[in-house]
């Protein structure tokens, strides 16, 4: 029989649905294997085995009683613990949140019990999910399993070092400015951004309300289509939810055709400030999609020069006020001084033990931004530059189907190299914040290990607005260029993390 | 170089709500000062006809159907509250004594 922990959630699906394997088997094996080496990635902040085989054992249920609820019927998965779930502890990988049990399910853990799936557990974050590499979680950076010395990208590094080292066969990610690509990139894993309000952010902790976007991080493309396709569609619990679904996309990768396809190279984000490993990778990719047939066009765009900056006035403004909730009154932990405190030195008192660094850093910065003087200034320039970079991708897409850059602008690097340089941190991002500024969907696809340091790359591809199933039939396109040349993903190179 | 001072740092934490330490409003006065510079070139991006986004799908007028659904109970609504008492959140005072 084959390996479960490392097969593809599509070939599992498979197992289930022609009764060849249960859920309960494949649910033990992924919690047999997580236990096991969890502490070595520190993936999981939260798993409980038997609630796990609880939801296992009803999808199991279903199918002998001829059910079949959905295409992943069966198939666990992890989740990020910024989402909301009536079963099990949500810290946002918080201090403040420690312990907290919430009374509703965000709307995707909704529909991932709708459709069968159980939860194997919820993964690490960096705090709020404000960071790129998880040492800003109040529980401990993960690990990627590529190194154990090195970040597994962030802030949904809980989830890519879950993918990438096979203690999860799916999980659920949330991008504000990258964290769900930037991580793919850093693991050798697959992860996509849908389009703003694509997903239904009910539920989701939020940080930047108007950037947040929910996605899959998979091992292959068509895992991520299919997880997109059972999360996606309108929700009305969100007002920001699209009103119609945007089709299938698993039937998108389905016709995946390179002919006649035309492929936007973006001028400022293919030259400089690269790893040249990553580079050599991009340019490869490139190369790839040109020999298929494909044609290459350079396009330009000159306000992404601004995004990072746009991006750290738009994001701190947003999350401080989003995290105004954190006020030791109907939630999360509460710290009472000596004496006779009013509730304003209580909740002074809370915010301070309870948030990390980088949650009091942003929320200043955000203060400072919105603050009367400053905000003209500082937050309107900031809503200005995402209308140019909307004006820039608007004339992009006329010139070229789809867009393409290097995910990230390294490889992982080494854990604390770069935890005491917060403008370091922020131009890990450099490269994904144009697509939440715009609400365009975009994904990463491994494309490689650099030369340098034998570490993933990842490639970007970015595609309008709405037009997910674009994004996701040129991603399988790129993927099975270079599955070709592999023969297996690159996923299955990652090291034996039972030897490590 | 930009002006976050040390006392501007302190009123900004107050605002937001968050105890600071003198170590802590001179470490974030440096890094905030960094971090400013580096924004503030969005100033030099953009001319005043330019829109600003603030939401990136355009909406408007998002409205349900206006049913009673069913909403969380004052049980749940309060369980997870640090403090509660008769059925309300219990906080401390909000005025000072004196």
């Known amino acids: 029989m084959t390996d479960i922990t490392s097969s593809s959630a599509a070939i ?30 520190n993936s999981y902040l939260y798993f409980n085995r038997e609630n796990s085989l609880a939801q ?59 459709a ?62 990258g964290s769900i690509r930037f ?38 493309v068509m895992d991520a289509a299919m997880l997109q396709d059972v999360i996606g569609g309108h929700d009305p619990h969100d007002s920001t939810s699209l009103p119609n679904g945007l089709g299938s996309m698993v039937q998108s990768v389905k016709e995946a055709d390179v002919k006649g396809l035309k492929v936007g190279v973006v001028k400022q984000l293919s030259s400089d400030g690269f790893q040249p490993g990553v580079k050599a990778c991009f340019d490869d990719t490139i190369e790839k999609l040109a020999a298929a047939g494909a044609e290459i066009v350079e ?25 105004a909730k954190f006020d030791s009154v109907r939630f999360g932990l509460r710290v009472t001084p000596d004496g ?29 931004a919105l603050s009367s003087g400053y905000y003209d200034a500082y937050y309107g320039s900031a809503q ?29 690097f080494k854990i604390g190299e770069k935890v005491n340089d917060p403008l370091a941190m ?70 034996d993390l039972e030897a490590l | 170089m930009s002006e976050i001072t040390p006392d501007l740092v302190r009123h900004l934490a107050s605002l937001s709500r968050i105890l600071v330490t003198d170590q802590e409003v001179e470490q974030l006065a440096g890094e905030l000062g960094i971090i400013v510079d580096s924004v503030a070139t969005v100033t030099k991006a953009v001319s005043g006809d330019v829109a600003a986004t603030s939401h990136p799908i355009p909406m408007a007028n998002v409205y349900r159907e206006d049913v009673i659904l069913p909403s969380l109970t004052q049980l749940q609504a309060l369980s997870s509250a640090p403090d509660s008492a008769d059925g309300r959140f219990k906080v401390n005072a909000i005025l000072d004594e004196d």
């Open chain 1, 116 to 177: 069968s799936m159980p939860i194997l557990g919820k993964t690490n974050l960096d705090e709020f999910a404000m960071g790129s590499s998880t040492e800003f979680s109040a529980y401990g950076p993960s690990k990627n399993p590529w190194d154990l010395s090195r970040i597994p990208g962030g802030s949904g590094g809980g989830s890519s070092s879950a993918i990438a080292g096979h203690l999860a066969p799916l999980a659920i990610g949330s991008d504000t400015g």
């Open chain 1, 183 to 220: 991580p793919a990139a850093m693991t050798g894993s697959v992860g996509a951004k849908p389009t703003y309000g694509a997903v239904s952010r009910y539920g989701l902790i939020a940080l930047a309300s108007s950037l947040d976007q929910i996605g899959p991080v998979t091992n292959n």
């Open chain 1, 426 to 495: 922020y131009l890990n991002d450099i490269a994904t914040i144009p697509a939440n500024l715009a609400g365009i969907p975009g994904i990463s696809v491994p494309n490689g290990l650099a030369s340098e340091d034998g570490l993933p790359s990842g490639v970007q591809i970015l595609a309008p607005a709405m037009q997910d199933g674009q994004m996701y039939r040129v991603a399988s396109i790129v993927e099975k260029l270079y599955m070709d040349q592999w023969g297996a993903s690159l996923i299955a190179r990652v090291p």
């Open chain 1, 12 to 41: 599992l699906a498979g197992l289930i649905s022609s009764k060849k394997a249960s859920s309960v088997e494949i649910t033990t094996a992924f919690l047999d294997r997580l236990e096991k080496l969890n502490p070595k990635t």
């Open chain 1, 340 to 368: 006779n405190p009013t509730i304003e030195n209580v909740m002074a008192a809370t915010r301070e033990q309870g948030f990390g660094p980088e949650v009091k850093r942003r929320i200043i910065l955000g203060t400072y």
């Open chain 1, 384 to 412: 200005k530059v995402r209308t140019l970079i909307q004006q820039d991708l608007a004339k992009a897409f006329t010139q070229a189907d789809v867009l393409l850059t290097p995910t990230a602008p390294t490889t992982a």
């Open chain 1, 56 to 114: 296992a054992k009803r999808a199991d249920q279903q199918l002998a009683e001829g059910k079949t609820v959905s295409p992943l019927h069966g198939v666990p998965i992890a989740v990020k613990d910024n989402l909301t779930t009536t079963d099990a502890p949500t810290t946002a990988g918080s201090k403040i949140l420690e312990g907290w049990v919430p009374q509703y399910d965000a709307t995707v853990v909704r529909k991932l019990r709708e």
């Open chain 1, 299 to 323: 396009v330009d765009c000159p306000s992404f020069e601004y995004a990072v900056a746009a991006y750290y006035l738009i994001l701190p403004a947003e999350a401080s006020s989003n995290l």
